[in-house]
């Protein structure tokens, strides 16, 4: 009685394996079927600098795969490898959709070495001819490991610096971490100040010379009678100021 049961119970085993083998047989025949390719590619955002050409050759042979079978983390580094491009998120949509939504670089300047810098404080490689649509690019100078905190210093000056009519054109920063800033005047596009800020220790230091600049600053143009040519913070106590020749 034993061996008929294990039999019987052998014999069960033995057909779920034979359907479950051949339902995994169908379903890779199923997905292998071209009914499941992406005949085109959705592609969405507000892209100024991304075309479909670029697109299309920077993702040439990179793409594989069906609504199945394509690694959808593969596809989006190939799409963030395109010049502009800072983020991708990709879906699929049954059943042979593939939607694209892509976030754009916004250029803020160029960094000395030749790549852009974005406003998000990161560097990317791209045309930067094709970078004016964002505005004016501000000149970044230094360590690339200075990038992130160097947008962060630029938008801190801004801030600080639109009250008094100056408008930061240039953001350098030494081997040693030592921040200065080159400045326009807004009115009249003139060259502006040029303020030294030294290094930021203890951090929030070069914060509080620029915002001492800021409140003397009227006060120094008035005794100089014109706009100063540097404004040099890197003291203890104060800051002195470099007249015009």
Do not use: C, K
């Amino acid at each position: 009685m034993n061996g008929l049961r294990l039999m019987q119970w052998a014999a069960r085993v033995l057909l779920a394996l034979t359907v479950l083998l051949v339902a995994l047989t169908a379903l890779r025949w199923l997905a292998q079927r071209a009914w499941f390719n992406f005949p085109r590619i959705e592609v969405h955002g507000e892209l100024q600098h991304v075309s479909g050409a670029s697109l299309r050759a920077a993702v040439a042979g990179r793409l594989a795969g069906n609504f199945f079978t394509m690694r959808l983390d593969d596809t989006r580094r190939a799409f963030e490898s395109v010049p502009w491009v800072a983020r991708a998120s990709v879906r699929r949509i049954w059943p042979n959709r593939l939607v694209v939504t892509l976030t754009e670089q916004r250029a803020l300047g160029l960094w000395s070495d030749g790549r852009l810098l974005s406003d998000a404080g990161v560097l990317f490689v791209a045309n930067p001819d094709e970078a004016e649509s964002d505005g004016p690019l501000i000149d970044f100078a230094g360590p690339a490991q200075y990038a992130r905190d160097a947008v962060r210093r630029y938008q801190f000056a801004s801030a600080v610096l639109t009250p008094l009519a100056l408008r930061v054109t240039a953001v350098d920063v030494s081997d040693r971490a030592s921040w200065s800033l080159q400045t326009q005047q807004i009115a009249s596009s003139a060259r502006g100040p040029r303020l030294e800020l030294g290094r930021d220790e203890p951090p929030g230091r070069a914060q509080e010379r620029l915002q001492a600049i800021a409140v003397n600053y009227p006060l120094v143009v008035a005794q100089l009678n014109a706009v100063p040519l540097l404004l040099d913070a890197r003291y203890g106590n104060g800051f002195a100021a470099r007249a015009r020749q």
